[in-house]
């Protein structure tokens, strides 16, 4: 769980105001813009891993917000990559859950979280279709519309409702069906929302009790993790390590451990 304060130097709650009055901006573009179904604009890892104009239009909106406020920061996004060597840093997915933003499915949200030294200090995930903001400081806790979050404590996992999510590879897939296939019988049910970012917010306000995916990269948990930290869960990978793309896991304390042991096995960080 997040203790602490910022580094010297930032305002993290500044950063956070801003974070969210940029997240607010974009989402309320992409509803304004969104044609009835999104035409792929190209795909990355596999033909199903795709990419619409919006999510270009919404990533440089964010960018240029970002640099007219605070040019000298630095930003890494999904589409646009790395620029900046700022010790602040924004970490940007213009919109998390692509394929639902496709499809017409309200999970998908405008993830931005923000670092200082390296350190996530603000996080904000704006889902936009529900009209839900999640907003976290580092050490001052997670929020959504004036109230602060708290994960499901004193859950085991066998009455815990999981979260999880799929890769885009053929391959991948197999293995995470495989995984899926051992975890199911062991929980109370599976959910698979199509968004990391929303997903890592349905832990932080108790909606499952748990997280695992493998494939998540830094922008789409960044936010999403601190805020779910924030209320109190735990976010890490196998092992000591931290959440990485091999495989992320969010759960409170103690059924984060459950559920780690139940998945370290099953070597869920292989590809076919």
Same mark, same amino acid.
């Given at each position: ?48 891993? =795709?990419? &619409? $104009? ?6 440089? @909106?964010?960018?240029? #917000?970002? +640099?007219? *406020? ?62 839900? =903001?999640? &907003? $976290? ?6 929020? @959504?519309?004036?109230? #602060?979050? +708290?994960? *499901? ?120």
């Amino acid at each position: 769980m997040t203790r602490g304060g910022p580094p010297a130097g930032e305002d993290a709650r500044l950063l956070a105001r801003l974070a969210e009055e940029i997240s607010r901006e974009a989402g309320e573009m992409l509803l304004a813009k969104r044609p009835a179904r999104p035409e792929v604009l190209a795909t990355k890892s596999s033909p199903t891993d =795709v990419v &619409t $104009a919006l999510d270009q239009a919404a990533e440089e @909106l964010i960018r240029d #917000r970002i +640099r007219r *406020t605070r040019p000298g920061d630095a930003i890494l996004g999904e589409e646009g990559g790395s620029t900046g060597e700022g010790r602040v840093r924004w970490i940007v997915d213009p919109i998390d859950g692509t394929v639902n933003f496709m499809y017409g499915l309200p999970e998908w949200a405008v993830s931005v979280g923000v670092e200082v030294d390296g350190e996530v200090v603000a996080g904000v995930v704006n889902v936009v279709p529900r009209g839900e =903001v999640f &907003t $976290a400081v580092k050490g001052e806790g997670a929020w @959504l519309a004036g109230e #602060r979050l +708290r994960c *499901t404590t004193g859950v085991s996992l066998d009455r815990a409702l999981i979260a999880t999510g799929f890769g885009y590879g053929a391959g991948r897939r197999a293995v995470q069906a495989r995984v899926l296939a051992h975890v199911l019988p062991r929980v109370r049910d599976i959910r698979r929302g199509g968004s990391a970012a929303s997903d890592l917010c349905s832990v932080a306000a108790g909606r499952v009790d748990g997280y695992y995916e493998r494939g998540p990269q830094y922008w789409d948990h960044a936010a999403g993790g601190l805020i779910a930290a924030e209320a109190g869960a735990r976010i890490g990978g196998l092992g000591s390590r931290r959440p990485n793309p091999d495989l992320t896991i969010c759960a409170a304390p103690g059924l984060f451990e459950e559920l780690h042991d139940l998945l370290a096995p099953l070597d869920p960080e292989r590809d076919d």
